[in-house]
């Protein structure tokens, strides 16, 4: 029923892991930890729950995947030569070539008996495609993976790094996937944070909370809840107005705590 | 495969920039599954160009070419390719002894 990812406070918050056959959009700006996140989900499933992975990669280059995998102790090329994971470098027009109901990375799926896959970043389509037919060709794309039974993490670029406006895709992506997860740059008292909640996952309650996290040598680590703060999505929170702060606000202007 | 001599394997291989460009990129990625335009857009090139160099490798069988729908999809034949190595290794460990 579900897909551990193995970063076990994720799972926890996910109540038990990714639902199996689903489609998790995994949104934030650029170097909030996105690609590690995912890499991290297929090579939990390849080296801890016995289920083969597919990386999906269309502008980075497998040859910096494999170094960067490696900064947190992941053989990639190892886990390619025992056939439990495999990396692709394609282009969207090739990701969305269908020709008798077969697209030209089945063989490979098929090949490596993958049950999880990883498209990172599904925002490269919208430069490939045009905007008339992008939402069709990932509906399309979606029920595909679904049809395979994979479990399926999907990455796309969030542009605001900052700010109170979010925008997860323009071409109504956050109704297509079942799941999202939201990470983001947060500034807390003068430092760069990162924030991690889950927006949605369909037919499932999930963890409401923003929590921390941390990308650490051995990949992602959630922490602690921002409890005390307010308004963390918008990048600038401030601190929550506690019973505690409102005493000592009546202590100190009004005088009677 | 046929028998082929060590210059002329050479020379199909890496007997211009372009082909040995294609082969650095293939070896460092083997799981490039792409355009040619893509392709030639990954080494700074342009389509037309790699597209006449690429052929040669195809005929070879170091790199396999597919039609699928509308593309032509280019990937490493991996088992060929390291076929087509231990021949040149071959070819040079007896260029050396001779």
């Known amino acids: ?257 | 495969m046929k028998e082929t001599g060590l210059h002329e394997l050479t020379e199909k291989l890496i007997g211009t920039e372009i082909k040995a460009e294609l082969l650095r990129l293939f070896h460092m990625n083997p799981g490039i599954l792409d355009t040619v335009e893509s392709i030639a857009r990954r080494i700074g090139r342009m389509p037309n160009d790699v597209e006449a160099e690429i052929s040669p490798l195809v005929e070879l069988g170091v790199l396999r070419k597919e039609r699928f729908g509308k593309l032509d999809v280019v990937s490493l034949n991996t088992s060929k390719d390291k076929e087509v190595q231990e021949k040149l290794a071959t070819l040079i460990e007896g260029g050396a002894k001779g």
């Open chain 1, 1 to 257: 029923m579900r897909a551990l990812t193995g970063i076990s406070e994720l799972d926890a918050m996910l109540r038990g892991g990714l639902m199996r056959g689903d489609v998790t959009l995994v949104v934030g700006s650029a170097g909030t930890g996105k690609t590690t996140l995912a890499l991290q989900y297929l090579i939990n499933g390849a080296t801890k729950f016995n289920e083969n992975g597919l990386y999906v990669t269309f502008e980075q280059m497998p040859a910096q995947i494999y170094r960067d995998a490696a900064s947190f102790g992941w053989d990639i090329r190892k886990l390619e030569a025992e056939g439990k994971l495999r990396i692709v470098c394609t282009s969207p027009p090739v990701l969305v070539q269908f020709v008798e109901q077969r697209n030209p990375i089945d063989a490979i799926i098929e090949e490596v008996n993958a049950k999880r896959i990883v498209i990172d970043s599904i925002s490269h389509l919208e430069a490939f495609i045009p905007a008339s037919e992008l939402r069709g060709e990932l509906y399309r794309l979606i029920n595909h993976l679904k049809m395979k039974e994979l479990t399926s993490v999907f990455t796309a670029e969030s542009h605001e790094v900052f700010g109170d406006r979010l925008v997860v895709t323009g071409v109504g992506l956050s109704f297509l996937v079942d799941c999202i997860i939201l990470l983001r740059i947060v500034e807390i008292q003068s430092s760069l944070k990162k924030a991690l909640t889950i927006l949605k996952i369909r037919g499932s309650d999930h963890d409401k909370q923003l929590r921390e996290f941390e990308i650490t040598a051995q990949g992602i680590k959630i922490t602690a809840p921002f409890a005390e703060y307010e308004g963390v999505l918008t990048g600038a929170p401030r601190k929550s107005w506690t019973e505690e702060t409102a005493r000592a606000w009546t202590k100190a202007f009004v005088g009677k705590p």
